[in-house]
């Protein structure tokens, strides 16, 4: 996946030159499948199936000579559990797709302890029980599910607002689930953040996703802490957050703050 940072192009000037990669790429050896087109930001994430860096680059400089700012190697695979259904439109046909995704974590408080209190067959019921909750959540909303980290999910969003709409009715339908008087009720708490596939370290989303996990980490059974970019978009949206932190998160340099979703009625 390339990156291209202040880009002064429209959806229209973008499309015909990607369809100009299309026309020289196969003598190298290379196929650019697709692109993520963020006027705002002015910023373009392209998805390319290349030998090599100098390959992929070679198209770009042949095409139009507009070369990507960075340029990582990263799994199919990945992309799509982050970034969705790669955009698939005919060669040349200007559209606009932010490449910006939500990251949200969930995590069962305690599992280790429940395991051992209540067995393996009580603790994957339970276990099951919350797969089933957050699945219909992210699905009512549009969410992907990237991966089961073994006591949570984690997904991406699209959009924001959508990631803390998802949060807010998983942490509704675990409450309402606790109303119907389980033996065991099951609390979770969850950590969301945002940003973009290729940031300052060559990961995609390496940044985003560390410091959704962390904000998981600090956040309370039956809680939601969110960074401070999700707080911002989320502005004008109808959701209320409360400052929480600034706490000291591994993989960070500064002190990070934090904000707490108020989700209860």
Known sequence: MDRHDDVDISPEELAHAHAADLAVQAKHGVSYLSYWFDPADRKVFCLVDAPSRDAAEAVHREAHGELASKIIE????????????????????????????????????????????????????????????????????????????????????????????????????????????????????????????????DDLFGAAVQLAARACDHAAAGSILVSTAVRELCVGKGFTFDARGPYELKGFDELVPLYEVVWRE
């Not at 969003?157 to 065991?184: K, M, N, T, Y």
């Open 74 to 201: 990263v799994e199919g695979h990945l992309v799509k559990s982050f970034l969705g259904s790669i955009p698939a439109h005919p060669a040349g046909e200007a559209y606009v797709e932010s490449a910006f995704r939500t990251i949200l974590f969930t995590d069962i408080v305690g599992s280790t302890d429940l395991t051992q209190r209540l067995g393996d067959e009580k603790a994957m019921e339970l276990l099951r029980t919350h797969d089933l909750i957050v699945r219909a959540e992210l699905a009512a909303v549009g969410g992907d599910e990237v991966k089961h980290t073994g006591d949570g999910i984690m997904a991406s969003f699209a959009s924001v607002a959508r990631g803390i709409q998802c949060a807010i009715a998983i942490q509704r339908a675990l409450d309402a689930h606790h109303q119907q008087g389980p033996e065991h009720p099951i609390h979770v708490r969850i950590g969301v953040s945002a940003g973009e596939p290729v940031a300052e370290r």
